[in-house]
């Protein structure tokens, strides 16, 4: 099935007695109470989301985010489970919107909630660009320079006796005597693909600046670990680092949380750049902008429900014209 918003609303309501009985809920009336007010709460902020544009959006759906953490947290997460601060800190907001740098501070929501989903954390401050680059929902919309390493689209060759996928890399053209080295030295900035031993075939054009190519592994590897289906049928991505060295970077859903900090803060405390950022007539990035504060309104409630249930529910990927 395709997602659908309305479904997915009913759906996280249907968790409201559904996980009661199968998680930490059963055992504290105070898990039970906060989950049940926080996912109250999230409904209706993310209503209140839908109805805003773009300069006042970001501020509903970071805390409507916040409430699905803290009913992620109550249900799933040992004491202590609560939290009263963010656990983050924007760093210089004079920097372009692709530069700004957002890291940890203390602990609060985003170490507590990343930790009940397993999720890695940030263990230092990393820009704006990176986390967008390497989120797949955002892959046709870079924002970053074209230097910074976006996800690759992977297909597994299942057939094959040995581990081997084709990636899609987002370059411009490497030329053809120096792609295997340009591969070579992105690799490793991409969690369990430093490994990979070379690449078999000859890589091909399949769209502007997205280039294909088979690459290979000496050992066996887990498809299922380096680049799990996310949020769609056969819908796999390699996600790069987010801090440059290699590092595993947060998932999907706290990496998107990540994000919604940075814009909300925005947002609430300089609200003339926020402005400027998403001038339609003189700002080049602001469609993009805006597409990635319309997308939230479906991803974030897909991401919140799978966290709830702990499991991935993936969709059938909308036919595209």
């Given at each position: 099935?395709?997602?659908?918003?309305?479904?997915?609303?009913?759906?996280?309501?249907?968790?409201?007695?559904?996980?009661?009985?199968?998680?930490?809920?059963?055992?504290?009336?105070?898990?039970?109470?906060?989950?049940?007010?926080?996912?109250?709460?999230?409904?209706?902020?993310?209503?209140?989301?839908?109805?805003?544009?773009?300069?006042?959006r970001?501020?509903?759906?970071?805390?409507?985010?916040?409430q699905?953490?803290?009913?992620?947290?109550?249900?799933?997460?040992?004491?202590?489970?609560?939290?009263?601060?963010?656990?983050?800190?924007?760093?210089?907001?004079?920097?372009?919107?692709?530069?700004?740098?957002?890291?940890?501070?203390?602990?609060?929501d985003?170490?507590?909630?990343?930790?009940?989903?397993g999720?890695?954390?940030?263990?230092?401050p990393?820009?704006?660009?990176?986390?967008?680059?390497?989120?797949?929902?955002?892959q046709?919309?870079?924002?970053?320079?074209?230097?910074?390493?976006n996800?690759?689209?992977?297909?597994?060759?299942?057939s094959?006796?040995?581990?081997?996928?084709?990636?899609?890399?987002?370059?411009?053209?490497?030329?053809?005597?120096?792609?295997?080295s340009?591969?070579?030295?992105?690799?490793p900035?991409?969690p369990?693909?430093?490994q990979?031993?070379?690449?078999?075939?000859?890589?091909?054009?399949i769209?502007q600046n997205?280039?294909?190519?088979?690459?290979?592994?000496?050992?066996?590897?887990?498809?299922?670990?380096i680049?799990?289906?996310?949020?769609?049928?056969?819908?796999?991505?390699?996600?790069?680092?987010?801090?440059?060295?290699?590092?595993q970077s947060?998932?999907?859903?706290?990496?998107?949380?990540?994000m919604?900090?940075?814009?909300?803060?925005l947002?609430?405390y300089?609200?003339?750049?926020?402005?400027?950022?998403?001038?339609?007539?003189?700002?080049?990035?602001?469609?993009?902008?805006?597409?990635?504060?319309?997308?939230?309104?479906?991803?974030?409630?897909?991401?919140?429900?799978?966290?709830?249930?702990?499991?991935?529910?993936?969709?059938?990927?909308?036919?595209?014209?």
């Open positions: 099935m395709t997602i659908d918003r309305m479904l997915l609303r009913h759906a996280i309501r249907k968790r409201r007695t559904s996980l009661q009985a199968s998680t930490l809920l059963a055992s504290s009336s105070s898990r039970r109470g906060a989950f049940s007010a926080a996912l109250q709460q999230f409904e209706e902020l993310m209503t209140a989301s839908a109805a805003v544009g773009p300069a006042s970001p501020i509903t759906l970071y805390y409507a985010t916040v699905a953490g803290l009913a992620i947290a109550a249900a799933h997460k040992t004491d202590p489970w609560s939290f009263s601060r963010h656990g983050l800190k924007l760093r210089d907001v004079r920097s372009s919107i692709a530069d700004l740098q957002v890291g940890p501070e203390g602990t609060g985003f170490q507590v909630v990343a930790q009940a989903t999720s890695p954390v940030l263990h230092g990393v820009t704006f660009g990176a986390l967008w680059a390497s989120l797949p929902d955002l046709e919309a870079p924002l970053a320079p074209a230097s910074t390493p996800t690759m689209t992977f297909l597994p060759h299942r094959a006796s040995r581990a081997e996928a084709r990636v899609v890399v987002l370059s411009p053209n490497p030329g053809p005597d120096s792609f295997e340009h591969l070579a030295k992105l690799l900035l991409y369990g693909a430093e990979a031993g070379s690449v078999t075939g000859s890589y091909q054009e769209r997205r280039w294909a190519a088979d690459i290979q592994w000496s050992s066996p590897v887990d498809f299922d670990q680049a799990p289906a996310y949020r769609y049928v056969d819908e796999r991505y390699l996600r790069p680092s987010v801090d440059g060295q290699g590092g947060p998932s999907p859903f706290m990496t998107w949380w990540t919604l900090y940075t814009f909300s803060m947002s609430r300089h609200p003339r750049e926020w402005a400027a950022a998403l001038n339609i007539d003189e700002a080049p990035a602001a469609h993009r902008l805006e597409y990635c504060l319309d997308l939230a309104l479906n991803v974030i409630p897909h991401l919140a429900m799978e966290a709830l249930d702990g499991t991935p529910t993936l969709f059938t990927k909308p036919l595209a014209f």
